[in-house]
């Protein structure tokens, strides 16, 4: 290579990583105005007053509105999806793999309440296709890799026997996924509820369902342990 090919790789690489930091920062804003004025309140002029770009400019990156609340979703889905893999490559069995990222879920929930209730909304198809490099279809492969990973940890756990060797890991995953995305959203809207009036809290009810949802995938011989 060439010292002007090594040159001109250098500067293509620093513009890549000055792009990649923009769209950062611009999605950081528009969650700033976003939580705090609300999506349907927000318009694309706050959110360039906020990155301190002129709206030509925040148009280079973000077509919508919506394509930027995809943004949030994804980058959020990013982290789950490396937190999960990350959970996956521990040496400890099946069903503690899938009590840390329940646990793990929940605690994200409680500290980014904001971004949670974007990607629960994202998830529900509320977002429909939009123009722009970020689109549903692209959230989706995230979500695709996160269930995938999931169903491969069910998969290995029965190989290990850890867990029955009759169940269906994508049936195992779904509903396990659907049930947690119902407590979650019961979480956010009552979680003062059940502090308050009930006396529990969000720990302690999905360790309780976390516990009994195991003891259903474990093999007979476990169940009496």
């Not at 990649?20 to 002029?45: H, P």
Request: charged share 25%; hydrophobic share 40%.
């Amino acid at each position: 290579m060439t010292v002007s090919q090594k040159v001109e790789m250098g500067i293509t690489e620093r513009k890549e990583r000055e792009k990649n930091q923009r769209q950062a920062d611009i999605v950081a804003a528009a969650e700033q105005i976003f939580f705090s004025k609300g999506y349907e309140n927000a318009t694309m002029d706050d959110v360039a007053k906020a990155a301190e770009l002129a709206k030509g400019t925040l148009y280079l990156y973000f077509k919508s509105k919506e394509e930027l609340l995809l943004a949030i979703h994804l980058k959020t889905m990013v982290l789950l999806v490396e937190k999960t893999l990350e959970i996956k490559s521990l040496s400890i069995p099946a069903p503690e793999k899938m009590r840390q990222i329940a646990m793990f879920y929940l605690n994200y929930s409680k500290t980014h309440v904001d971004q949670f209730k974007v990607m629960l909304k994202c998830e529900s198809n509320l977002v429909h296709s939009c123009i722009g490099t970020i689109t549903p279809d692209c959230c989706d492969l995230h979500s695709k890799q996160q269930l995938r990973s999931l169903i491969e940890i069910i998969g290995q756990g029965m190989i290990e026997g850890e867990l029955r060797n009759d169940l269906n890991p994508i049936f195992v995953v779904l509903q396990l996924m659907g049930s947690l995305t119902g407590m979650f959203t019961m979480f956010i809207n009552k979680g003062d509820l059940l502090h308050t009036k009930l006396n529990f809290n969000e720990e302690e009810i999905l360790a309780d369902f976390i516990d009994r949802y195991i003891s259903t995938l474990l093999p007979i011989k476990d169940l009496h342990r």
